[in-house]
């Protein structure tokens, strides 16, 4: 019987093709998956806003959130509300103190933010979610607060609805 010899074995080459498909497919997958909105907002529970026919999709900014409870600058607690009023302790006139100083704090990030990108603008932008049963007089303390924290473009987040 003639012996057999086992051959050295051959150097093992790695086969890119199966995983460059694979990759190639990783890759049209997220494309296909990327949002090109800048954002997606998503009202808290106790938050009804009012419903519009506005076409715009939101943009980012600064997030102010006025409630029957409480005003909030991006998901932190700033101030109480109480039946559609701020407590006189927090006001300056019209000014609601609490809420400016968080707000020129952000515009002071954005600023510098701005100034060390020269692709990044600092726009003033703040986008409002407020509850369609808060009065207005409320509404317009929280937006001349914002103007005096240098935030002068205003979004109003609302519900699609009606044509």
């Known amino acids: 019987m003639p012996v057999k010899t086992r051959r050295a074995p051959a150097e093992a080459k790695l086969n890119i093709t199966s995983l460059m498909d694979i990759m190639t497919i990783i890759l049209v997958f997220l494309l ?65 103190s609490p809420l400016f100083d968080i707000l020129k704090e952000k515009a002071d990030e954005a600023k510098a933010i701005a100034e060390a990108r020269a692709s990044v603008d600092f726009t003033g932008r703040l986008l409002l979610q407020c509850d369609r049963d808060i009065p207005f007089s409320l509404v317009r303390e929280v937006m001349y607060t914002a103007g005096q924290a240098q935030f002068a473009e205003f979004k109003f987040v609302v519900y699609k609805g009606g044509e």
């Open 32 to 96: 296909k998956s990327y949002s090109t909105e800048d954002i997606q907002i998503a009202p808290s529970d106790d938050l009804r806003l009012p419903v519009s026919s506005a076409q715009k999709p939101p943009e980012l900014a600064v997030n102010a959130v006025v409630s029957q409870a409480a005003i909030t600058v991006d998901g932190v607690k700033v101030v109480d509300v109480a039946g559609g009023v701020v407590g006189e302790e927090y006001k300056r006139g019209t000014l609601i």
